[in-house]
């Protein structure tokens, strides 16, 4: 009897290790981080290089370039099987030539999503240009590998890293939209025309935006410290909550300095009014304007994607998953001020 007893015991032990054990994995599969580290630098590096190519022209508005742009950016979400919340298999909000004034063809904003578990209403939007300036008139192509091709590769391995917490029953509570606009560097005419014209998500359920333009380099005022940082701006100015949410993400994860410059309503740059967080910002979104700040390629054919340094590159992207993951998995919506 006592045999008995020593040997239920022992079983009783190593069947509560055993659950122990599971518990404990399944809790480390479901961090956050877990799904953060499949962002890397490998991966950005070989997308950015065939997205900034010269076989992309420059990603002109309207122009061939940019049309093979859409199709890679596409390609990707199909390939993710990432849908597209405008009808099956078509991931183009198609903008007539007529609302660029006829300056520029027919374009095309680019948008895929990944439904919320819980809160499927509302929804953060993760923002970046798809399009660039084209070709010089000397024929020289500029390849826009920082303005804005990091940032659209950023978010296609953001997007790739939700997709891999919904396949492990670890889908964000709210709805992720990926919104890559066109028009950018014309006059913010794809994010305005998404705000203005055709939302697809209705608007008063856009819990705030996150835009991603230009954070693969560095500016000279940060070159001699040698230390990873991003310029922030807009998060404070409709709501202290967001403010605070991406400090505390930063702190907690990475401890990249945050510089706060450009947010300064005098700053006489107007980076506010200059990218395309401005046309959700204007509906009383919240905002956050992810920007390594200008550097001498800016707007030239030397912003070449050798420049980029991959490695920030892949912890920007990473920090604004995390930021991403903490509004969409909170218990509540951020508020407005």
């Known amino acids: 009897m006592k045999t008995l007893a020593l040997l239920i015991c022992a079983s009783l032990q190593i069947a509560s290790c055993s659950s122990s054990q599971n518990k404990n994995k399944t809790e480390k599969e479901t961090t956050p981080e877990t799904y953060a580290n499949t962002i890397t630098a490998s991966e950005l590096k070989t997308m950015l290089y065939t997205y900034a190519s010269d076989d992309f022209e420059g990603r002109k508005t309207g122009e061939p370039g940019q049309k093979k742009a ?3 950016i596409k390609s990707n979400y199909q390939s993710n099987n990432i849908p597209s919340p405008i009808a099956e298999d078509d991931y183009f909000q ?31 939007i993760i923002s970046a240009h798809l399009d660039h300036i084209g070709i010089s008139g000397n024929g020289d192509i500029n ?25 492990e029953g670890n889908g964000p509570k709210r709805t992720i939209v990926f919104l890559h606009v066109t028009g950018e560097e014309i006059g913010l005419y794809g994010s305005r025309y998404y705000s203005d014209e055709d939302p697809i998500f209705p608007l008063k359920n856009t819990v705030a935006n996150l835009n991603i333009d230009m954070i693969g380099r560095v500016d ?9 940082y991003l310029y922030l701006i807009g998060a404070d100015k409709l709501s202290k909550e967001l403010h605070t949410i991406s400090e505390d993400v930063n702190k907690k994860y990475f401890n990249l300095e945050f ?20 046309n959700f910002a204007k509906n009383n979104i919240p905002v956050i304007f992810y920007f390594n700040g200008t550097h001498a390629d800016y ?23 995390h930021t991403a993951w903490e509004l969409a998995n909170r218990e509540e919506r951020i508020k407005l001020d």
């Open 143 to 167: 390849n826009g590998a920082d303005d804005d091709g990091s940032g659209t590769v950023a978010i296609l391995e953001i997007a790739e890293a939700f997709k891999a917490a919904e396949k």
């Open 299 to 321: 707007h030239k054919p030397s912003d070449t994607p050798d420049k980029i340094n991959y490695e920030f590159l892949e912890t920007r992207a990473k920090l604004i998953f």
């Open 70 to 72: 859409i199709e890679f």
């Open 259 to 278: 510089d706060y410059t450009y947010n300064d309503d005098n700053d006489p740059n107007r980076f506010y009014y200059r990218s395309d967080h401005y």
């Open 220 to 228: 000279p005022k940060h070159e001699a410290s040698g230390e990873n």
């Open 94 to 124: 198609e903008i007539p030539g007529s609302y660029f004034g006829n300056k520029v063809k027919d374009s095309e904003n680019v948008i895929a999503y990944i439904k919320g578990s819980e809160k499927p209403d509302e929804v953060i």
